[in-house]
């Protein structure tokens, strides 16, 4: 049973433009919501993540926006640069700090010079 | 700061055969965590440990076992490998029971069963 859906898989985007990515809930005992960004052959790095309690937070180009009611958030690249081509992870946890990590299926992003 | 090191990089390995992924990480963090990442399918957990000591069963256990004897060990072994099990494995730790601790992961080890 995936509890975190992503989309899209794959996404193409020009130099300065704003990729946006998706993410999905079904479980309202969700209460963390973190990215993580993966370059090839490297493991996963935590980019930026989001409480319940705010529905936007910015960390330089990257904002997540949170929207409880439909338990939906999302991922947006202000002023995409061919450096931030890389796949990206949504998550969740729940049941506090001694929670674990539910990943999404990951999106691959190009940016294209 | 070395962080998470595995070893090995990567290991071609006959079906059948067993195998131990090795993990250590030098930052005391109390958890650790076995994902596997297979394409289209994400990451996926196998095994976690919350404290040396403990273990638990993650969302796909089969086919593997893990100790916690220290803070910083957390092997993984496939005991009789099977096809399926061609991934890239990922440890990972955190210092669980920190308010928005993330994990901080290694650079894989990319396995084939053949």
């Known amino acids: 049973q995936q509890q975190v859906k992503q989309s899209p898989q794959s996404l193409i985007v020009q130099k300065g433009g704003i990729p946006i990515i998706n993410c999905a809930y079904e479980?309202?005992?969700?209460?963390?919501f973190p990215w993580y960004q993966q370059f090839p052959g490297k493991g996963p790095a935590l980019l930026i993540a989001i409480r319940p309690d705010v529905s936007e937070k910015k960390e330089g180009r990257f904002t997540i926006s949170f929207n409880k009611s439909a338990k939906q958030f999302s991922l947006h690249i202000m002023d995409s640069q061919p450096g931030d081509s890389a796949t990206y992870f949504c998550a969740a946890r729940a049941g506090g700090s001694q929670g674990n990590l539910i990943f999404g299926k990951g999106t691959k992003l190009s940016v294209k010079p | 700061t070395a962080g998470i090191t595995q070893a090995p990089t990567s290991q071609i390995l006959a079906a059948g055969r067993s195998m131990t992924l090795r993990c250590t990480q030098d930052m005391r963090h109390n958890a650790m965590y076995w994902y596997r990442q297979d394409l289209g399918l994400g990451l996926r957990l196998i095994h976690y440990?919350?404290?040396?000591?403990?273990?638990g069963k993650g969302e796909v256990p089969d086919g593997y076992s893990v100790s916690r004897a220290n803070t910083d060990d957390f092997p993984l072994t496939l005991a009789s490998a099977v096809p399926s099990q061609t991934s890239v494995y990922f440890c990972?730790?955190?210092?669980?029971?920190?308010?928005?601790?993330?994990?901080?992961f290694g650079n894989g080890t990319r396995l084939t069963v053949t």
């Open positions: 440990s919350n404290t040396a000591g403990t273990t």
């Open positions: 990972a730790s955190s210092a669980r029971g920190a308010a928005n601790s993330p994990l901080h």
């Open positions: 479980n309202t005992a969700f209460d963390y």
